[in-house]
């Protein structure tokens, strides 16, 4: 049952006081900050749905073929053999983390993060269109069961697991290809049960999330809430409400209200009795989806929104005060000290995430867009006839090309020396395999010893080569036979 709590620091208002679970109904907003968002959820999502339709170089913008072991990233290709790129990506993504976070806050968090594009964009705007408004959604989970209210909620449900079902789907065509995954759900499913188990555990999770937990996700399990306070300095941009402008707060009365617009951040005279310009119409509360009352300072609730600051501006607009009353803000702007863009925290965060993608950028660029791997056969390291020293290798080559290419293969020394080669070039497709055997053989009479071979290959589709060395043994030079 949903009722009306006060948010303290003390204790959030998704929770009673006995610990039972309050859900948290906010308020519609309209604003500017609003439609941004709106507009970057339907971006994301759109994004998020159509990396499996569209196709780059002949294959889905986005595959991860974890089965075997190939992977497709937006026209390049990838192989197991390449996973110690992730080591620069993830370390990229972890400065990145940090470097935002010092100078942004958790706009992530507000704008970009998967389980805020969902909910807001997608689940409680269906929840809106069915139930209405806040004060009819809270009425409605505060009225006895009824054959409307089941109507509600059954509709409302069903939705729900629509929309999971869709969305698990989605992302089970990142590891199974659109046209896979196509083919699978016209099949009986005991045909597939991997793919059909992890789609249901997906949906599963992602209607237990949306339709349920919601909040609880970022206030209970998320870690980044927590850390965020370790990220950020005084300096960081934030969402804040102006003490010293807002405090100290009362009611509005008609009398003292100001007809004409006037610019944010213009100053105002204060109205009688000394009273700031928050008019404590709790605005900012019933609007904020994690339910916390941003007037009692920087909380870890907070994801940075911002519908707590259309809210508020609303208001004042309506009365004729000045905007900006809770707005985005360093921790010192809103406490009227000095700004401070450059600071040690945000360049050390900085020049770590440039290594982070600098190395990442190196590591792509030179990246040969195939393997070259020379191993010696199993067995003898050498074989004697009566007038040659022979060795045997094989040659591993994988095409990491997202289309075909030819491998041109040459083989030199600095002996003397014959070498067979079943095929000096060898066509393969995108990610496709193929193990060429090599025979090396020098004359036995005078053999030197141990030298090096080397083995060249050339990509056809990019140009570029790539040397391999392998060592030739044999007896020992002072070997001699009868000995």
Not at 347 to 375: D, H, I, K, M, W
Request: glycine share 8%.
């Amino acid at each position: 049952m949903a009722t009306r709590e006060k948010p303290s620091l003390q204790r959030l208002s998704s929770i009673h006081k006995d610990g039972s679970r309050n859900h948290v109904h906010p308020a519609d907003v309209k604003g500017r900050f609003v439609r941004r968002r709106t507009v970057a959820y339907a971006a994301l999502i759109a994004i998020y749905l159509a990396l499996p339709f569209v196709r780059i170089g002949g294959a889905p913008a986005v595959f991860l073929d974890v089965a075997g072991r190939r992977f497709f990233l937006f026209g390049a290709t990838f192989n197991a053999q390449d996973f110690w790129l992730v080591v620069f990506l993830l370390a990229a993504i972890g400065f990145s983390l940090l470097f935002f976070t010092a100078w942004l806050g958790r706009v992530w968090c507000g704008w970009a993060c998967p389980q805020t594009v969902f909910l807001e964009g997608v689940y409680r705007r269906i929840e809106r269109w069915i139930e209405g408004p806040r004060e009819a959604r809270i009425r409605l989970a505060s009225a006895p069961w009824s054959p409307g209210k089941i109507a509600r909620k059954v509709l409302k449900h069903a939705a729900f697991v629509v929309v999971s079902l869709l969305l698990s789907h989605a992302f089970l065509s990142f590891f199974v290809s659109l046209g896979s995954l196509v083919e699978i759900v016209q099949r009986d499913p005991r045909e597939n049960p991997a793919a059909f188990l992890w789609t249901m555990a997906v949906a599963g999770a992602l209607y237990f999330n949306f339709a349920w937990f919601r909040e609880q996700l970022c206030i209970v399990i998320c870690p980044y809430g927590r850390l965020q306070s370790a990220m950020q300095d005084d300096h960081s941009l934030v969402i804040g409400y102006d003490v010293g402008r807002g405090e100290p707060r009362g009611k509005i009365r008609r009398e003292e209200r100001h007809p004409l617009p006037v610019v944010s951040g213009e100053p105002l005279p204060k109205a009688p009795a000394e009273k700031g310009d928050c008019v404590d119409c709790n605005r900012c509360v019933v609007v904020c989806p994690t339910g916390i009352d941003i007037r009692d300072g920087l909380q870890l609730e907070c994801i940075g929104c911002a519908q707590c600051v259309d809210a508020c501006d609303d208001v004042m607009i309506k009365i004729g005060r000045p905007t900006g009353l809770i707005r985005y803000d360093s921790q010192a702007g809103l406490t009227g000290q000095p700004k401070r863009t450059f600071r040690p925290r945000l360049v050390a965060y900085g020049a770590l995430l440039l290594v982070a993608c600098t190395s990442l950028a190196l590591g792509l660029s030179r990246r040969t867009p195939f393997e070259a791997n020379l191993l010696r056969v199993r067995g003898a390291p050498f074989v004697l006839t009566d007038d040659a020293v022979r060795n045997q290798f094989e040659l591993h080559l994988v095409n990491k090309n997202p289309g075909p290419t030819d491998l041109m293969v040459e083989v030199s020394a600095p002996l003397e020396a014959s070498f067979t080669l079943p095929h000096h070039k060898v066509h393969l497709e995108s990610l496709e395999s193929f193990r060429l055997p090599i025979f090396v053989s020098v004359p036995r009479e005078g053999f030197p010893g141990a030298f090096e071979v080397r083995i060249d290959v050339e990509d056809g589709a990019s140009g570029k080569r790539r040397a391999i060395e392998a060592r030739f043994l044999g007896p020992a030079p002072s070997h001699k036979e009868g000995t």
